[in-house]
């Protein structure tokens, strides 16, 4: 998602980072740009966001249903790690109505996926979202984007899938990596972590070493990520863990 007036200061790094290593990117705005751009008709602005996923959902199932299995959203100061996404969902069946992301806990039963962190449907989840549409059964109820999708999730019976790694740190995240990485002191929990479904953990501990997401990346950050993601390497260190093993994953919910 991205608008006019950010193409050159955020969208083009995308393009110039993580979009580049995406099967297939659409690039949604208000306007249609050489960029290119995708117009669709809506008005910009947050609280128009949902109008604006509600119409590129139905855009990207009339005109690209069949050219992917998972459908991402993210938005223009979002640091995408590709590889660790197709990962995840290596396991995961598209045809199942599944969507995931990082799960919050207010105000829907289910739970929804933070928006800014990104989120990802199944195909089959997509076709429930527009489905809901246009039968009715899902209305843009709230200018609140990622609430109102996540209970059309719940009302179109799409499960919410835990996207925690086998040691149960989290992958997706709304906010960029020293809001987490970084030990505090006895304070009151921030608003995001309290909205966490699973329990938060805050310092090292706090994130997956096969992270997905970051938000809140803006462009020279996210060439800094892409250089420490992809260059970095310590000499003579051996990466020891392995994903695949075995691991009992402790799947206890927050209240």
Same mark, same amino acid.
């Given at each position: 998602?991205?608008?006019?007036?950010?193409?050159?200061? $955020?969208?083009?790094?995308?393009?110039?980072?993580?979009?580049?290593?995406?099967?297939?990117?659409?690039?949604? /705005?208000?306007?249609? !740009? #050489?960029?290119?751009? +995708?117009? *669709?008709?809506?008005?910009?602005? @947050?609280?128009?966001?949902?109008?604006?996923?509600? $119409?590129?959902?139905?855009? %990207?199932?009339?005109?690209?249903?069949?050219?992917?299995?998972?459908?991402?959203?993210?938005?223009? #100061?979002?640091?995408?790690? %590709?590889?660790?996404?197709?990962?995840?969902?290596?396991? *995961?069946?598209?045809?199942?109505?599944?969507?995931?992301?990082?799960?919050?806990?207010? &105000? %829907?039963?289910?739970?929804?996926?933070?928006?800014?962190?990104?989120?990802?449907? /199944?195909?089959?989840?997509?076709? $429930?979202?527009?489905?809901?549409?246009?039968?009715?059964?899902?209305?843009?109820?709230?200018?609140?984007?990622?609430?109102?999708?996540?209970?059309?999730?719940?009302?179109?019976?799409?499960?919410?899938? #835990?996207?925690?790694?086998?040691?149960?740190?989290? !992958?997706?995240?709304?906010?960029?990596?020293?809001?987490?990485? +970084?030990?505090?002191?006895? @304070?009151? $929990?921030?608003?995001?972590?309290?909205?966490?479904?699973?329990?938060?953990?805050?310092?090292?501990?706090?994130?997956? #070493?096969?992270?997905?997401?970051?938000?809140? %990346?803006?462009? +020279?950050?996210?060439?800094?990520?892409?250089?420490?993601?992809?260059?970095?390497?310590?000499?003579?260190?051996?990466?020891? &863990?392995?994903?695949?093993?075995?691991?009992?994953?402790?799947?206890?919910?927050?209240?």
């Amino acid at each position: 998602m991205t608008q006019p007036k950010n193409l050159d200061s $955020r969208t083009k790094h995308i393009r110039e980072t993580w979009g580049k290593r995406c099967n297939k990117v659409l690039y949604i /705005s208000s306007v249609e !740009t #050489d960029f290119p751009t +995708v117009k *669709l008709n809506v008005s910009e602005g @947050r609280e128009n966001l949902y109008w604006k996923t509600i $119409r590129a959902f139905q855009y %990207i199932h009339q005109h690209h249903l069949d050219e992917a299995d998972w459908f991402l959203k993210a938005d223009d #100061d979002t640091f995408m790690v %590709i590889e660790n996404l197709r990962y995840t969902l290596s396991s *995961l069946d598209p045809e199942k109505p599944l969507y995931l992301g990082r799960r919050f806990t207010p &105000f %829907i039963r289910q739970g929804y996926m933070s928006g800014g962190a990104g989120y990802v449907l /199944s195909k089959e989840a997509l076709r $429930r979202f527009v489905k809901g549409f246009e039968g009715g059964n899902c209305t843009h109820f709230s200018i609140i984007e990622d609430m109102a999708l996540g209970k059309c999730m719940e009302t179109m019976k799409v499960e919410p899938t #835990d996207s925690r790694d086998v040691k149960g740190r989290q !992958t997706f995240h709304p906010y960029p990596p020293d809001y987490y990485l +970084v030990r505090q002191p006895p @304070r009151p $929990r921030p608003w995001y972590l309290l909205y966490d479904h699973y329990p938060p953990v805050e310092g090292p501990g706090c994130c997956s #070493d096969f992270v997905v997401s970051f938000h809140y %990346i803006f462009g +020279v950050q996210l060439y800094v990520l892409e250089y420490l993601t992809y260059h970095l390497r310590p000499y003579g260190y051996k990466y020891r &863990f392995n994903p695949d093993e075995k691991t009992i994953l402790k799947t206890t919910e927050s209240a």
